[in-house]
C-alpha cells in the first residue's frame, strides 16, 4: 500500500495548473446515462473516484473512451475505459459549451482526461456492491437509470467514515416522482413507466440528492421543483452541461429548481469546471509554508468563503480572471471557522484549515455542523504536536510555534490533505500512510507539490 514521504519546512513556490472538479465530473459522468449519443467531457481529472465511476458505467453497457490531453509519455487510463491516446496540446483547441477559461495542463505531467460516454448500448441498469462500496458517488447513477431505462438497481453507498450520510431523501423524491421503491439485501430497486412531475421537498440540503432528483427529473413527465435545493457550484455545473444535452433547467444555484421534462436528451461536448476544494488545498499548503503560490485555471468566485478566512490570517490574495495568487505572511494568525452548506464555509475545507490553525498565532474555535464523524484527522494532527481539544462538533485549536514530523493514517479524503499540510509544515520527516484516500480526489498532488519545490514523495 502506497505512503506520502514528506520532508516539511520548505516554503511553496511557483505556479500550478487545478485540475476538474471531481464533485463536479462524477454526476456530469452519470447524465450520459440520459441520453443515446455520445457525451465528450474535457478537464476531466484522473482520479480513482473517476476510475470508479468510468468501470461502473463500463458493465451498465456505457462504451467509455479516454483520451488523455498534452501528457507525451503517460498513456495510463482508468479501468474500464477503451485504450487511451495521448493527444498534444495543439490537437484540442476548442472550448466546449460551458467553459470560461481556456484549457491548462498541470505540472509535472499531469493532464485532464477527455472522455466520451456513449449510452446507446446501455443494457444493464444495475450498480454492484463490489464497484459501489468505495464511493459514494456511485448511488448518481439511481435517478439517470430510472428515468432513461425504468428500472435501477444500485448497491447503498460506502466512501469515507465520516459521518452515516444517508440517501432516504433521494428514494424519497423519487417515490414522490411516481417510482416503485424497495430496498432488498442491501440494494435499492426502483421502478417506473415514466417518473412524473412532483413538488420535491428536502428534509435536508443535500447535494447528491440535488442532482439525482434534477437528474431523473430532466426525462420526467411535467415540471418537477426541488425545494431546499443544493446551491454548491457544481449542482450549477451540472444543469449547465444538462442544458447543453437539452434539459429544460432555471433556479440551478438557487434554493428552488425547476425542471420541465422533456421527450429525449441529445449529445454535448462539455468542459467540467476547476476544482474548488483542490484549489483551496493547495492555498492553504502554501499559506502554511509560508511561501507564494499562482494556481491558474481557478474558480476563485466559488471560494469566497475560504478566500476570506485566509485574508484573515493574514494572507495577501490576488484574483486574476482565471488564476489566483497567494503570498503568506511570517505567521499565519489563528481563524475560526464554521461549516455550512454553499456560500457558507465548506465542510471539505475545516480540515485543512484545522491544520493551519495548528501552527498560527492564537486560538481558533472550528465548528462542524455538516457531518458528526468529521474530526478524526485531529487525533493525527496531535500526533504531530497539535494542541487540539474536541467537544462534541466543536474543536479548539491552540496554534503552537512548529509542529514536529512523524508517522500518521489517513482517515478519510480531506483528512488527508489536512496531514499533508500539517506535514508540508512540520521539522523533520512526516510519513501519511493509507493515502489511497488521497487518491480518490487529489490528482498526483505529490507531483504537482514536487513541482512548487516540496519535498515530497511516494513510497512502497
Known amino acids: ?27 456530469i459522468l452519470c447524465a450520459a446515462l440520459l441520453t443515446r449519443e455520445p457525451v465528450t467531457l474535457t478537464n476531466v481529472p484522473e482520479l480513482n473516484d473517476v476510475a470508479t465511476m468510468l468501470k461502473l458505467l463500463a458493465q451498465m453497457g456505457v462504451k467509455v473512451t479516454v483520451e488523455k490531453v498534452g501528457a507525451a509519455g503517460n498513456e495510463d487510463a482508468p479501468p474500464g475505459a477503451d485504450s487511451p491516446r495521448t493527444v498534444g496540446a495543439a490537437g484540442n483547441e476548442d472550448v466546449p459549451p460551458g467553459a470560461d477559461s481556456p484549457r491548462t495542463v498541470g505540472a509535472a505531467g499531469t493532464a485532464p482526461l477527455t472522455v466520451t460516454l456513449d449510452a446507446s448500448g446501455l443494457d444493464n ?114 444543469a449547465n452541461c444538462l442544458i447543453a444535452m437539452g434539459a429544460r433547467i432555471s433556479g440551478a444555484g438557487t434554493d428552488v429548481i425547476r425542471i420541465q421534462g422533456v421527450e429525449r436528451l441529445h449529445g454535448v461536448d462539455y468542459r467540467i469546471m476547476p476544482d474548488r476544494i483542490e484549489t483551496g488545498t493547495y492555498l492553504c499548503a502554501t499559506a502554511a509554508t ?22 484573515d490570517a493574514g494572507c495577501e490574495i490576488v484574483l486574476e480572471r482565471d488564476a489566483i495568487r497567494l503570498a503568506a505572511p511570517r505567521r499565519l494568525k489563528a481563524v475560526s471557522i464554521r461549516t455550512a452548506p454553499y456560500p457558507g464555509f465548506p465542510t471539505d475545507m475545516q480540515a485543512q484549515f484545522m491544520a493551519l490553525d495548528a501552527i498560527a498565532e492564537g486560538t481558533a474555535v472550528i465548528r462542524e455542523t455538516i457531518f458528526e464523524n468529521r474530526f478524526m484527522h485531529a487525533v493525527e494532527l496531535i500526533r504531530l504536536g497539535a494542541d487540539i481539544r474536541i467537544d462534541g462538533n466543536t474543536a479548539f485549536v491552540q496554534g503552537v510555534p512548529r509542529l514536529a514530523g512523524a508517522t500518521v493514517m489517513a482517515t478519510d479524503l480531506r483528512a488527508s490533505a489536512s496531514l499533508v499540510i500539517a506535514g508540508l509544515a512540520a521539522e523533520g520527516e512526516t510519513l501519511i500512510e493509507r493515502i489511497y484516500h488521497l487518491d480518490r480526489g487529489y490528482e498526483r498532488m505529490e507531483e504537482k507539490l514536487a513541482a512548487l519545490g516540496g519535498r515530497v514523495r511516494r513510497v512502497k
Open 290 to 311: 509560508g511561501g507564494w503560490v499562482r494556481l491558474t485555471g481557478a474558480f476563485a468566485s466559488a471560494l469566497d468563503a475560504v478566500i476570506d478566512k485566509l485574508m
Open 125 to 238: 441498469p444495475v450498480a454492484p456492491y463490489e464497484l459501489v462500496k468505495t464511493m459514494r458517488a456511485s448511488v448518481l447513477v439511481l435517478g439517470p437509470l430510472l428515468a432513461r431505462c425504468g428500472e435501477a438497481r444500485v448497491s447503498l453507498p460506502g466512501g469515507c467514515a465520516i459521518g452515516a450520510r444517508p440517501v432516504d431523501q433521494h428514494l424519497k423524491g423519487l417515490a414522490a416522482m411516481g417510482a416503485e421503491i424497495g430496498v432488498e439485501q442491501g440494494y435499492v430497486h426502483a421502478r417506473a413507466t415514466r417518473l412524473k412531475g412532483a413538488r420535491l421537498f428536502t428534509d435536508m440540503v443535500t447535494v447528491t440528492g440535488t442532482e439525482n432528483l434534477m437528474m431523473a427529473a430532466c426525462l420526467a413527465e411535467g415540471e418537477t421543483v426541488i425545494e431546499n435545493a443544493a446551491r454548491e457550484p457544481e449542482v450549477v455545473d451540472l
Open 1 to 27: 500500500m502506497d505512503k506520502l514521504l514528506i520532508e516539511g519546512g520548505v516554503p511553496l513556490q511557483g505556479e500550478i495548473a487545478i485540475s476538474g472538479a471531481k464533485n463536479a465530473a462524477l454526476p
